[in-house]
């Protein structure tokens, strides 16, 4: 079983649209979760973590955390072309605190 | 600006020809990490150091090695590398958990 999993996309959506992109994760005891951003042969960067139940907005991103359901997504509001990359989802297992696995990622197209 | 620089950006090697990708960091981070990641797929964890502790993910091939002489810097060698070693090499690091992750540019190893 993969600890982290995410559909791979594509997900295709309007400019201007919400885009929302979903994680699940196996280990309940993971405490800590990130959402990364790839562009095409480029490394990941950070977008948003978050640690407690409920929402964390940032600008047009908003992370949501269940831990009962072992479920974190990621909502862009008002997508932008620019937006179109892949999102990686990453946590940490509950075991060594010091390292996250990551899943396979969404592609994400925004069409202009 | 304090950065994860890694070197070279990159690398052609011949099949079983020992090869070292390098990675240094000006953030003056406790923990670094190196990843494998292959096309379309989730960045791999093969090790990370905290602090001097090195620690080896069960399924890194023994082909993998890693040194880290100093808080700053920390390389990734590959002994004998196969063609199924190509792949792109990320370097990260971090302070600690609630951080995510600083990656490096990345290393794109091609194995001929």
């Known amino acids: 079983q993969k600890e982290v999993e995410q559909n791979s996309g594509p997900l295709s959506v309007p400019e201007g649209a919400i885009a929302s992109l979903n994680c699940t994760y196996s280990?309940?005891?993971?405490?800590?979760f990130f959402w990364y951003r790839q562009y095409s042969g480029k490394s990941p960067e950070l977008i948003m973590s978050i640690y407690s139940n409920g929402d964390k907005e940032d600008g047009r991103f908003t992370a949501q955390l269940n831990k009962a359901s072992q479920y974190v997504s990621l909502l862009i509001r008002d997508s932008q072309p620019s937006d179109s990359a892949t999102y990686l989802c990453?946590?940490?297992?509950?075991?060594?605190?010091?390292?996250?696995?990551f899943g396979s990622g969404t592609k994400l197209n925004v069409k202009p | 600006d304090a950065m994860v620089i890694q070197n070279p950006r990159y690398q052609v090697t011949q099949f079983g020809k020992p090869v070292t990708l390098s990675c240094s960091q000006t953030?003056?981070?406790?923990?670094m990490y190196w990843y494998q990641q292959k096309s379309s797929q989730a960045p791999k964890l093969l090790f990370h150091y905290y602090d001097k502790d090195f620690n080896n993910e069960a399924d890194t091939p023994d082909n993998f090695q890693s040194r880290r002489p100093n808080t700053s810097f920390c390389f990734l060698d590959i002994r004998s590398p196969g063609l199924g070693d190509a792949a792109m090499y990320l370097c990260?690091?971090?302070?600690?958990?609630?951080?995510?992750?600083?990656f490096g540019s990345g290393t794109r190893l091609t194995v001929v």
């Open positions: 953030l003056n981070h406790n923990v």
């Open positions: 990260a690091t971090s302070r600690d958990r609630e951080d995510g992750y600083t």
């Open positions: 990453a946590v940490t297992p509950s075991y060594n605190f010091n390292k996250f696995y």
């Open positions: 280990d309940r005891g993971s405490q800590s």
